[in-house]
């Protein structure tokens, strides 16, 4: 793949990522509980991820525009994503009600940030200084 192409691809995923998580998140929980909400009913703590997750997509698809501008913010989401993901498949595999988000938001936080990593590797490395998507 050209270097034309992986930057378009990656603006590419950078929008519908954020789109995603600006209108994919909330309906989500409500569709599919077992797999993307912790708790049965809305949660203060659901509402706050969901806002924080929100809040990332709008700054993801605003870095969609110059993906070499915002290479902290894609390194920040693939490894929180990466954090996150690893925290909730020890949380789901240890209490077997919760084994539903091993193929809901524990999956898509862990495919999150292998596509981020491949379409911008640059992110994916700790050593960002100076280094272009």
Not at 28 to 36: A, C, N, Q
Not at 74 to 97: D, K, Y
Request: charged share 10%; with cysteine; glycine share 8%.
């Amino acid at each position: 793949m050209n270097e034309t192409t992986g930057l378009s691809y990656l603006q590419l995923a950078l929008r519908v990522l954020g789109l995603v998580l600006v209108f994919g998140v909330y309906p989500l929980t409500i569709l599919w509980p077992s797999g993307w909400a912790w708790s049965a009913a809305q949660s203060h703590y659901l509402q706050m991820i969901i806002g924080i997750y929100a809040t990332l997509g709008v700054f993801l698809f605003i870095a969609a525009k110059d993906p070499a501008r915002h290479l902290s913010l894609i390194s920040f989401t693939i490894w929180s994503s990466v954090v996150h993901g690893l925290i909730m498949a020890v949380q789901a595999l240890s209490n077997p009600e919760h084994i539903g988000h091993l193929y809901g938001d524990v999956l898509a936080l862990f495919l999150i940030a292998v596509v981020l990593a491949v379409l911008c590797p640059a992110a994916a490395r700790f050593d960002l200084g100076n280094r272009s998507a």
